[in-house]
């Protein structure tokens, strides 16, 4: 089941923002706090983005964070990956923009790989110097 997500529902989201992370990028473990977390979408994401989850029974397995034209977050939990989930919530924002943009990181090739089958074309690699991790990213583009 898909819904629009309350800020009720932000711890859940930031759970499930840290174990798909923290499993999809094992070199960056421990760069935030559960707490960190929990500020950044009530103060981040919350108010800045449509924030859209995929719900398994009762249990939140996915989630996608978008605003005009940009995904900002898009974690899917690594129990249910591969069984659609993280193509329903981009659906999600394909149906609502006819343009996006996402930044990923260059290691994280199931997540470009995943873009890139999805529509997304690669338009920029950079060093990481501009983002918090100093890992290398790649910015992705997807147009109706």
């Not at 995929?54 to 069984?83: H, K, M, N, T």
Request: with cysteine; net charge negative; hydrophobic share 45%.
């Amino acid at each position: 089941m898909l819904r629009q997500l309350a800020l009720a529902d932000m711890g859940a989201a930031a759970q499930v923002h840290r174990v798909a992370f923290d499993q999809a990028m094992p070199w960056l473990v421990g760069l935030h706090t559960l707490d960190e977390d929990l500020w950044f979408y009530r103060e981040r994401v919350f108010p800045t983005c449509r924030v859209w989850g995929c719900f398994d029974d009762e249990v939140l397995s996915g989630i996608i964070a978008f605003r005009e034209g940009w995904v900002e977050q898009l974690y899917v939990l690594p129990v249910v990956q591969g069984r659609g989930v993280g193509t329903e919530l981009l659906d999600v924002a394909k149906q609502v923009c006819d343009r996006l943009e996402l930044w990923t990181f260059q290691r994280n090739t199931r997540a470009r790989r995943f873009y890139e089958a999805r529509g997304f074309a690669l338009v920029e690699q950079t060093d990481g110097a501009r983002n918090e991790e100093k890992e290398p990213d790649a910015h992705y583009v997807w147009t109706r």
